[in-house]
Every structure is written in structure tokens, then in C-alpha cells.
């Protein structure tokens, strides 16, 4: 699957200057899951994972005041990043096509939160986010932000996530 801008405005209820994710590049499902047909009941996605892309403009709005003279992308927004991103996989439990979905969607707890290297202006960031657990609309996902192949910051997380 692949998402541009707009299919990921159309899909997300966050807008700029709170939307984090440029692409979706891929979706994958859990093994026992390929080739099936969806929709599937979020706990059956367990395991499966999601990867997104975002550019970190200079035009940033946030860069401004952190830090001005020395823009560094603040931690909070990459936690946001991955909470972001992991909301795709959710496209396999609805039955209905991804712009036509409404969602209600909460960041409710993080763990174990590790910024490894500074995020800063013109890199291009990939986001990828792994489902670890299901009870009822809430869900844990492990999530990772690297750039160049490089890991600049890590997460676990507790999100819920419903369709309306």
C-alpha cells in the first residue's frame, strides 16, 4: 500500500501544523493474514507493522521556537510521529475505503521513550510502528523514527483508536 499527502489528510484527523506523516510507504500484515480478506478484527493484526515517511522542513513551525538559531525537532513530536503512523494498520479493520473513514484517535500512555541523536531540519525521517497488543480500542504498538538508516529515536506506546 502507499498513501500520499493527501490520501494520508484524508485518512488522519490531524492537519498541519499537528500532522506528522508525509507517505505511507508500506503496510504489512501478519503472516497468517496475507491473502485473507479484511476486514479484521484489531486484535488479529497483531504483528503487524506500518512504515511512513516525513521530511523535516526548516519551515516547520515548531523548529521556531525549539530551538531558535539551533531548530531541533522536540521529542514529543516524534513520540506524536510514531503514535501517527501506527493508526494505518487500522485501514485492515474497517470496511470501508481509508478517506471515507472517520476516526477517534488518543496518544494515552508512553514507555520507555529514547531520543538517540538529534532530529533536525531536511532530514528525512522513516517511521515504522509494530502492533504489540489489543484490549478493546486500546492497543500497544513498539515504534521506531530512523533517518539514513540510522536510529534516532524509539518508543512504546498505548493509543486507542476508533472508527466512528
Known amino acids: 500500500m502507499l498513501m500520499n499527502t493527501k490520501q494520508v489528510m484524508a485518512f488522519l484527523p490531524?492537519?498541519?501544523?499537528?500532522?506528522?506523516?508525509?507517505?505511507?510507504?508500506?503496510?504489512?500484515?501478519?503472516?497468517?493474514?496475507?491473502?485473507?480478506?479484511?476486514?479484521?478484527?484489531?486484535?488479529?493484526?497483531?504483528?503487524?507493522?506500518?512504515?511512513?515517511?516525513?521530511?523535516?522542513?526548516?519551515?516547520?513551525?515548531?523548529?521556531?521556537?525549539?530551538?531558535?538559531?539551533?531548530?531541533?525537532?522536540?521529542?514529543?513530536?516524534?513520540?506524536?510521529?510514531?503514535?501517527?503512523a501506527s493508526a494505518f494498520l487500522m485501514?485492515?479493520?474497517?470496511?470501508?475505503?481509508?478517506?471515507?473513514?472517520?476516526?477517534?484517535?488518543?496518544?494515552?500512555?508512553?514507555?520507555?521513550a529514547k531520543f538517540r541523536k538529534p532530529v533536525l531540519p531536511g532530514m528525512m525521517l522513516e517511521i515504522s510502528t509494530v502492533l504489540t497488543k489489543v484490549r478493546g480500542p486500546m492497543t500497544t504498538y513498539d515504534a521506531q523514527i530512523h533517518c539514513n538508516g540510522e536510529l534516532m529515536s524509539e518508543s512504546s506506546f498505548l493509543a486507542s483508536l476508533r472508527i466512528l
Open 14 to 84: 490531524h492537519r498541519d501544523p499537528f500532522l506528522f506523516i508525509d507517505s505511507v510507504t508500506s503496510v504489512e500484515l501478519p503472516e497468517e493474514l496475507k491473502g485473507l480478506k479484511k476486514p479484521f478484527k484489531a486484535n488479529q493484526l497483531v504483528g503487524g507493522k506500518t512504515f511512513c515517511r516525513f521530511e523535516v522542513r526548516p519551515e516547520t513551525k515548531v523548529l521556531e521556537g525549539h530551538f531558535p538559531g539551533h531548530p531541533i525537532l522536540p521529542g514529543v513530536v516524534q513520540v506524536e510521529m510514531m503514535a501517527q
Open 91 to 112: 485501514i485492515y479493520a474497517i470496511d470501508v475505503p481509508p478517506e471515507e473513514a472517520k476516526l477517534d484517535v488518543a496518544l494515552l500512555g508512553v514507555e520507555k
